[in-house]
């Protein structure tokens, strides 16, 4: 498997997790925090696959303005900055307002948007 593809794969797997069911002690905010981990390694493996070796970074805009160079990105994708957030602020108690369903929602959207976004690059690209 090339690493790009072990990027992609790990990208569904943090979509799987963000998409857990509910339980008594799940937070809206981890499981956005997964969503954000999804967004990011998708966009960390398209950037594997276009040979750039992404930053240690969790910024997803910075991400974005890499991926740019390279192809135009539809404003649905430019959305996933939004995600950063989630995982900076939101991952680990502090004072923020909690995160609503509805953020969920549009988290578990905007991540699934991006990883589905990368994958039809590279299957384009190939």
Known sequence: MARYEEW???????LELAQAKIIRHIYYE?????????????????LIYYDIEPEFTHNIE???KKIKKFTDIPE???????????????RYPGEYEEITKEEYEKSIKIAKDCLDWVEEKIKDIK
Do not use: H, M, P
């Open 62 to 64: 910075i991400l974005l």
């Open 76 to 90: 649905n994708i430019k959305e996933a900055a939004l995600l950063t957030d989630y995982a900076v602020q939101t």
């Open 8 to 14: 992609i794969e790990r990208a569904k797997s943090s």
């Open 30 to 46: 981890d499981l956005c925090y997964q969503s954000q981990q999804a967004a990011e390694k998708a966009l960390k493996g398209l």
